[in-house]
């Protein structure tokens, strides 16, 4: 979106992140913002906001070592801002699968696409995550491979994980159905 903080973009009158706090705090204990602009804007919906420490762009696992290093929980979820719509179950059924597989990772997934910023994970990762971001690495499959991952079908929820890109996918969520 040429820039623009996709997060605090308007989608029907509220910051499209507004509209994923709405769908992911009843999930959670605890509700963290990982931003590094605007952080005064995104402060002002009433939770903590924590910017990257890692320097340079991180890309998401800059903020998933942010989260994991600030979560006052064992677990801890994460989910983007560019899509709105995401299951009001998500957490529950990643948690459910990471238990029964006693994995360290929990991904949705719809089809054959793995959805990896959404996702569950225990925090007993971050010291592995600190060392494969030192080491230069940025793409979250790789790190992903050297863990224990299950993938959580979310095919009955497929439109959930629509997520917001362009101001034509923006116009259309204006005025069109919204997903779930």
Known sequence: MGGVDKGLKALRGRPMV???IERFAPQVDEILINANQ?????????YRVIPDEITGFAGPLAGLHRGLSEAAHDLVATAPCDSPFLPRDLVARLRGALEREQAELAVARTGDQPHPVFCLCRRQVLPGLTDFLSGGGRKIDAWYARHKVVEVAFDDQASAFSNVNTEA???AFESGPLPG
């Open 18 to 20: 507004a509209w994923v």
């Open 169 to 171: 996918e923006l116009s």
């Open 38 to 46: 605007n952080i005064g804007t995104y402060a002002a919906l009433g």
